[in-house]
Nanobody
Framework: QVQLVESGGALVQAGASLRLSCAAS????????MGWFRQAPGKEREFVAS????????SYADSVKGRFTISRDNAKNTVYLQMNSLRAEDTAVYYC??????????????????WGQGTQVTASS
């Protein structure tokens, strides 16, 4: 089992950058696919990005391609989401998630077994 704690959310101006972090507990972090999802008020939770166990494969939602970058540091049990050129429509609670497989290509939330509590990102225009 793994526990996830997100940090780094903030209120920023549109166009700014933020880096989210997700610290994971446990000694098997490197065996998990890690992902970021987000949920805006009144909307369903949606996929943002995912990364395989080694960091060699990544996947992004079309809405964030070219602006967001997911990465991981297995020595620190941490996954990151670098967000550049933030837009008002990026405003949401961002959740870190873990799937019990070396690579999960699915972008569906139910494919991920463990979730953090979320961190608020607000980009004001």
């Amino acid at each position: 089992q793994v526990q996830l704690v997100e940090s780094g959310g903030a209120l920023v101006q549109a166009g700014a950058s933020l880096r989210l972090s997700c610290a994971a507990s446990g000694r098997t972090f490197s065996r998990y696919t890690m992902g970021w999802f987000r949920q805006a008020p009144g909307k369903e939770r949606e996929f943002v990005a995912s990364i395989n166990w080694s960091g060699g494969s990544t996947s992004y939602a079309d809405s964030v391609k070219g602006r967001f970058t997911i990465s991981r540091d297995n020595a620190k049990n941490t996954v990151y989401l670098q967000m550049n050129s933030l837009r008002a429509e990026d405003t949401a609670v961002y959740y870190c998630a873990a799937a019990s497989a070396l690579w999960v290509s699915s972008k569906i939330a139910s494919a991920f077994n463990y979730w953090g509590q979320g961190t608020q990102v607000t980009a004001s225009s």
